[in-house]
């Protein structure tokens, strides 16, 4: 079973460009004078500040292997195989471009053979499913960033490598290590760049995956390019491990 319907629409949303293609936005817009090699090196590394600029873009789809109840916590991989995936996700009002704080970022994402937890053999793999691994998210802090560690996504039949992403404010914590409550402000989708992905699908488990990868290109859900479509900046390697960012603006109207 694939995700790769029609995106949805339910209500506009901000992505903010992100590493060095936002900086450059943002001098642009501003005619600043050309920032020093130090200014550089901190574009391509830190989140991206309020003063980058919007780009509106859609939410897209669900897809069919969401389940409630999922972990607040900050490290979703139980143990799973992969290469190390760490997340530095902003979130921001859209109007304002003011840091969202205590906003809950949820994460689900595939194994490295395309399996979900809750949902394992719909990739054709068999392994223990605990209806938990790579789920999960983590509360915002005051400078509204999220910061989760995983493991780099495996691919399934028909869609290209993603992560699925969803927005909570005013959630309330329960005694459990869930969360219950509060307003759902975006779904969407994370997306990495596909030379990434070719290096990361020639490294094992990956490399075991009977399944055939469909690329950003050929995805139906994946479009627009860049950050608008959920493209994160991407730094590291298949051997030492990976680390990303995006900001996301999000409508609280």
């Known amino acids: 079973m694939t995700d790769n319907s029609e995106?949805?629409?339910r209500r506009r949303t901000v992505l903010l460009g992100t590493g060095a293609t936002a900086a450059a936005l943002a001098v642009g817009a501003a005619g600043a004078k050309e920032p020093t090699a130090a200014q550089n090196e901190t574009d391509r590394t830190a989140p991206v500040a309020?003063?980058?600029?919007c780009t509106l873009t859609k939410e897209l789809t669900e897809g069919p292997?969401?389940?409630d109840g999922a972990l607040v916590r900050a490290?979703?991989?139980e143990g799973k195989p992969g290469i190390p995936f760490q997340l530095a996700l902003t979130v921001v009002d859209d109007s304002t471009c003011a840091p969202l704080n205590r906003a809950l970022v949820e994460l689900w994402h595939s194994d490295a053979l395309g399996e979900y937890s809750g949902f394992v053999g719909n990739n054709g793999h068999q392994e223990p499913d605990n209806g938990t691994f790579l789920r999960g998210g983590v509360l915002t802090g005051s400078d509204g960033i999220a910061r989760i560690t995983t493991i780099y996504p495996g691919w399934y039949r028909g869609r290209c490598i993603h992560i699925h992403v969803k927005v909570h404010?005013?959630?309330?914590?329960t005694s459990d290590g869930s969360f219950r409550g509060g307003q759902e402000l975006h779904t969407g989708q994370l997306f990495v760049d596909e030379t990434i992905t070719t290096a990361v699908a020639r490294v094992s488990p990956y490399s075991t995956n009977t399944v055939s990868r469909t690329t950003l290109a050929q995805d139906g859900i994946y479009g627009n390019g860049g950050a608008a479509a959920g493209l994160m900046t991407v730094t590291g390697s298949a051997t030492a491990g990976y680390t990303g960012s995006l900001t996301l603006g999000i409508d609280q109207g």
């Open 7 to 9: 995106p949805r629409i």
């Open 65 to 67: 292997y969401y389940l």
């Open 50 to 53: 309020a003063a980058a600029v």
């Open 169 to 173: 404010t005013n959630v309330t914590l």
């Open 75 to 77: 490290d979703l991989t």
